[in-house]
């Protein structure tokens, strides 16, 4: 029996330099023993991060993350006499006791190293065997050693993934740094040993503050400059709470869509074994049981009746006296809009929902149409893509009383689907024949700057597609002397289930908001 000793748990070059060595004595899988060096993470513990002369700890002598070259110790190491050949090419040498392993495997190797099985190194050695003999082996789809390895790295890609959607940061009060900058920390525990492998991710995302992850496996440290890393910590080590908590619930909170509920989609993007670190994981519970009641009042809800100066006016206009270039004013185009016939959206809605704000605005937010509750209520944006959007503005600073905020189609499409009625994209015939009353609330408005909010409202306003990644932030001429700007819809942010998408889409519509508002004053 041969005992393979690798420095860590996730000491890829060690156990690329043992398995290379045991091969080229012929060593068969059945008689390899792998272990780790555990007394190598007998490093002093980490000390409080809430004691701020601790950060950032010193990165130098933590485990390996198998990127150093550094060789193998213990007894594969004392036991080789020559340096051994590379796993990788060179090519096949035939006799020889080294051959040539497909990149595919290494890259494979690399992952699989970062699953918490046991079994994993012995079973990387013994695919690695089995790849001399056949080494078209990776092609076969069928084989069970490559399946449970590649179970084992999609493993760890999910890890990976999950650890870099839920790390809460908590500001660490107090902390001494050389430089102003604010330091955080966040306590996480992933699913695998993917610390190191996640941490670029957050240096790309958070290269401007310094941050520390600590986890039970092993601590990365960020100064703004230097990514270190430090042995494993303790849940103490962290600070637990911190103003922006808060925030986060009230954040989650307002973007929770009771009618959305899906608890098994839920379970399946934030499994449970991450809540106990999600600040807002405390309200899942709750918001979980009052759905049910959430729905059905939103569904009982009593439509809100046009005033009735809208109703006079709507009358005015049944018996035709509205042409085009009539409408003078806005509430003759909310008339319009209540008795519009121009496409049949009018029959399932409730009520036509025209734009609200001043009548002389210099922005304009366009939607695309009425929700569920925009529906009921008769007013644009109040349902949870309006609260959403009403924090985004809140946050870039535009007050939503100053602004004429309304959608590309007034009629709400949807599609009933047992008591729910389910969101459904307009048509462009629709977005046509309502493109009259955008017009028309264009030209009376006289706005600066107007903001299309998603794909719909683009079409309306600019009379093309256009792709929102690429064209948001750059402003176009539109008729009358206003700009037009394109941003990402509120609703998608409420879809997304990705954090980091959700994230990013949410801070490029906070700026946006801000350069159309800047623009407008
Ligand atoms: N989505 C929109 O586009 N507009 C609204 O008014 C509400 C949701």
Avoid at 10 to 28: H, N, P, Q, T
Avoid at 91 to 119: N, W, Y
Avoid at 382 to 395: F, K, Q, T, Y
Wanted: hydrophobic share 40%; net charge neutral; proline share 9%.
């Amino acid at each position: 029996m041969r005992v393979a000793r690798l420095q860590s748990e996730i000491d890829f070059d060690g156990w690329r330099d043992a398995a290379r060595a045991l091969r080229a004595e012929g060593v068969a899988p059945e008689a390899v023993v792998w272990t780790v060096e555990r007394e190598l993470f007998d490093f002093a513990p980490v000390p409080p991060l809430n004691n701020p002369s601790v950060l950032p700890p010193c990165g130098e002598g933590g485990p390996r993350s198998g990127s150093d070259g550094g060789s193998v110790q213990g007894v594969l190491a004392a036991e080789r006499p020559h340096p051994p050949a590379s796993l990788v090419p060179p090519p096949h040498e035939g006799e020889g006791k080294t051959f040539g392993v497909p990149a595919a495997f290494i890259d494979l190797a690399r992952t699989v190293i970062l699953h918490r099985s046991p079994e994993r190194l012995a079973l990387l050695y013994r695919i690695l065997h089995r790849l001399e003999r056949q080494p078209r082996l990776l092609d076969n789809p069928a084989d069970a050693d490559l399946a449970k390895a590649r179970d084992m790295a999609k493993g760890v890609g999910r890890a990976i993934h999950k650890m870099h959607a839920f790390v809460r940061f908590r500001l660490v009060e107090g902390a001494a740094s050389e430089t102003p900058r604010e330091t955080y920390a966040a306590w996480f525990e992933p699913a695998h040993r993917v610390t190191e492998a996640a941490a670029p991710f957050f240096v790309r995302r958070f290269s401007n503050m310094n941050w520390s992850i600590l986890t039970p496996d092993a601590c990365v440290h960020w100064d703004g400059e230097r990514l270190t890393n430090s042995p494993g910590a303790d849940p103490a080590d962290a600070p637990s709470e911190d103003a922006q908590e808060e925030m986060w619930r009230t954040y989650y909170a307002s973007i929770f869509n009771p009618a959305r509920l899906n608890p098994a989609m839920m379970k399946q993007e934030m499994p449970k074994r991450y809540w106990r670190n999600l600040p807002e994981a405390a309200l899942i519970p709750e918001l979980i049981e009052k759905a049910q009641s959430r729905t059905e009042t939103m569904v009982a809800a009593h439509p809100a009746k046009p005033s009735e100066r809208v109703l006079k006016a709507a009358l005015k206009h049944a018996r035709g006296s509205y042409g085009e270039g009539n409408l003078t004013n806005l509430e003759e185009v909310a008339a319009g809009v209540h008795v519009c016939r121009r496409c049949d959206l009018w029959r399932d809605a409730t009520q036509g929902v025209p734009g609200l704000g001043p009548e002389k605005a210099a922005l304009m937010i366009v939607g695309e149409q009425p929700g569920d509750q925009e529906d009921l209520q008769g007013v644009p944006f109040v349902g949870p893509a309006g609260r959403l959007l009403d924090r985004a503005m809140a946050e870039a600073g535009v007050p939503r009383d100053r602004v004429f905020v309304t959608n590309a189609v007034k009629h709400f499409k949807f599609e009933p689907r047992g008591k729910r009625r389910i969101h459904k994209t307009p048509d462009r015939g629709e977005v046509q024949a309502c493109r009259w009353w955008l017009d028309a609330e264009r030209r009376l408005v006289k706005p600066k700057v107007i903001l299309a909010l998603g794909a719909t409202a683009v079409q309306a306003v600019f009379g093309k597609p256009l792709p929102i990644g690429k064209t948001r932030g750059q402003h176009q001429a539109l008729d009358g002397d206003a700009q037009g700007l394109v941003s990402w819809h509120p609703s998608f942010m409420l879809r997304i289930p990705d954090h980091d998408a959700k994230d990013r889409a949410y801070a490029e519509l906070v700026a946006d908001l801000r350069l159309a508002w800047k623009m407008a004053s």
